[in-house]
């Protein structure tokens, strides 16, 4: 459920999209309108830290309220949010101690909580700010693809056995990248339903995300075929003017040995070098897909989840996860 906003927090939201240019090198999951398209009305809110009219540092943060609590966390589709913190000229020593007070300040300015659980981009690497205001931090991975300049030079980074698969997976298997959120989204119910799990992602959502994206020529969605036109995988790629990040993807399980998922990947990275330096995969903790991003000769690379949990609201997601336990069994 959302909260609703309060006149200074709405201010800082106007502040922030005044701040913040629809075009500007700002990270895609920081602008305002994705942050739009992935909360629901009121949920969004942003601290902002401004100097001369520029903005030095921000945090966006999701807020919403269940059973009287108030809940901090990650909208669904957003890899990172966290803090921002503008380039800071000087001495190495001199811009840490600017940062860990920007931070400490914008931490210091969100409302009370019960529950925070947010992704830091893997660009920012100094958590103890949190760390000294009683928050905990577990490292999670990424896998990115730095430089995608040179085609052949992605392709011969990645593992032999994979480049056989889409070898042969491309001489039967075509690649478009006219694909609509319907198609995307049945490849998705295939891959999750051969897991026996519901479609985490909110249909509405991803179609929110689909339209913001095309609206700004932002992304795109890549569909392999097979020669009789049947889906047989599906890929979501967004990207801002630095990364473009494989954000969703399926395939349907009968097509899998035709190495169709590999294909459509590989030609969304193709394609992402027209948009963006550096590939995002965006990571899994989960070991096979951790194992197929890392054969792209991805780069891992870790990135910080942070929490901070009342003991009420311990209890409250301590009791949710059995019921789930118990749910799954039955």
């Not at 030079?153 to 480049?163: F, H």
């Not at 459509?264 to 992402?272: K, L």
Request: hydrophobic share 40%.
């Amino acid at each position: 459920m959302g909260v609703q906003l309060t006149a200074s927090e709405r201010d800082a939201v106007t502040r922030y999209r005044e701040l913040i240019p629809g075009e500007s090198p700002f990270p895609l999951f920081f602008q305002p309108w994705w942050l739009d398209a992935v909360c629901d009305l009121g949920q969004w809110r942003v601290v902002v830290r401004e100097n001369g009219g520029k903005l030095t540092a921000a945090m966006p943060y999701r807020l919403t309220r269940r059973l009287g609590m108030n809940f901090i966390t990650m909208p669904p589709l957003t890899q990172f949010l966290g803090p921002w913190v503008a380039p800071l000229p000087g001495k190495y020593a001199t811009r840490l101690g600017r940062e860990k007070g920007l931070i400490g300040e914008l931490i210091e300015s969100i409302p009370e909580f019960d529950y925070f659980n947010v992704n830091l981009s893997s660009e920012v690497s100094n958590w103890l700010p949190f760390y000294w205001r009683g928050f905990t931090q577990t490292t999670y991975y990424s896998y990115v693809l730095d430089d995608l300049v040179g085609e052949q030079r992605v392709w011969s980074g990645m593992e032999d056995k994979l480049r056989s698969e889409i070898r042969k997976g491309q001489k039967s298997i075509t690649v478009r990248d006219d694909g609509v959120v319907a198609e995307l989204e049945v490849m998705l119910e295939a891959t999750y339903s051969r897991q026996g799990l519901p479609l985490p992602i909110p249909r509405e959502v991803l179609r929110q995300v689909w339209e913001a994206c095309k609206r700004r020529r932002c992304g795109r969605i890549y569909i392999a075929e097979d020669k009789e036109g049947g889906l047989c995988a599906g890929a979501l790629i967004v990207w801002d003017s630095d990364c473009a990040y494989y954000l969703v993807g399926g395939s349907d399980p009968q097509a899998r040995r035709t190495g169709a998922g590999s294909v459509v990947v590989w030609e969304a990275i193709r394609a992402a070098r027209e948009h963006a330096r550096r590939f995002d995969f965006e990571g899994s903790m989960v070991e096979p897909i951790e194992r197929f991003f890392r054969s792209f000769g991805a780069v891992q690379r870790p990135y910080s989840n942070i929490r901070k949990i009342t003991p009420r609201a311990a209890a409250l997601v301590g009791a949710r996860r059995r019921w789930l336990r118990l749910r799954k069994r039955i």
